[in-house]
């Protein structure tokens, strides 16, 4: 089994930041694709950034300028980094990583923009 448990999140003022963490555990290879995914309703969970095995990042169109991706200190950690945040980012955010061809998420880490 794989395990990915975040950490961060919470009430963020609009313009605020926040960073969020996720570390994979389990039967994992030392190091695979992790990203972020959002929930913007309820059937559409929409790309923040991923990163993969090389360090390729790929961010979606929304999240540019605002959102980095980036593994921690070990390789099995990935690290989203948010600025200048709007209400509009308001949603759970995901933890993703494939294991080898399969897909594994997080329990998701709720993050709200509001004064």
């Known amino acids: 089994q794989v395990q990915l448990v975040e950490s961060g999140g919470g009430l963020v003022q609009p313009g605020g930041s926040v960073t969020l963490a996720c570390t994979a555990s389990?039967?994992?290879?030392?190091?695979?694709?992790m990203g972020w995914y959002r929930q913007i309703s309820e059937n559409t969970r929409e790309l923040v950034a991923v990163i993969t095995t090389s360090g390729w990042t790929n961010v979606a169109t929304f999240a540019k300028d605002r959102f980095t991706v980036s593994r921690g200190i070990t390789k099995n950690t990935v690290l989203l980094h948010g600025n200048s945040l709007k209400p509009e980012d308001t949603a759970v955010y995901y933890c993703?990583?494939?294991?080898?061809?399969?897909?594994?998420w997080g329990q998701g880490t709720q993050v709200t923009v509001s004064s």
């Open positions: 993703w990583r494939n294991e080898n061809g399969t897909e594994h």
């Open positions: 389990g039967r994992i290879a030392s190091i695979a694709p």
